[in-house]
């Protein structure tokens, strides 16, 4: 048996999930969106990963980014030492494609801000 605390809504329902040959059974959950969640963290967690690259612009020398999806948890460090490699050359704004595809995994690390082309301006 496992415990967590639901974070798909402010609810915060504290729950518990056991398993039992492969079948999950979830308690303390307040909707179906819970038990979904509950059983996505004990077979399959995601996670989602903010972070910044860096630029070649002495303007603006960091960029924020995202990913544009969720990722398996294992992932994060790996997809985060891509990201750490990244120096944007190019004065991209939000929603731009940082990395395509990271790792292979159908994501993309995208920049959530406009400020290398605000500063061009």
Not at 31 to 48: H, I, L, N, S, W
Request: with cysteine.
């Amino acid at each position: 048996m496992s415990k967590l605390v639901c974070i798909v809504c402010p609810r915060g329902c504290t729950m518990e999930v056991t398993e039992n040959n492969g079948e999950y059974e979830v308690t303390g959950n307040f909707c179906k969106r819970g038990r979904d969640f509950a059983v996505a963290e004990q077979t399959m967690p995601m996670r989602t990963i903010c972070s910044t690259v860096a630029t070649a612009f002495k303007e603006a020398p960091v960029l924020p980014v995202r990913v544009s999806a969720d990722i398996p948890k294992d992932k994060i460090f790996d997809v985060m030492q891509e990201i750490n490699k990244v120096v944007v050359k190019e004065r991209i704004g939000r929603g731009d494609i940082v990395i395509e595809n990271v790792l292979g995994l159908g994501v993309d690390v995208i920049a959530t801000a406009s400020i290398l082309k605000e500063a061009a301006e």
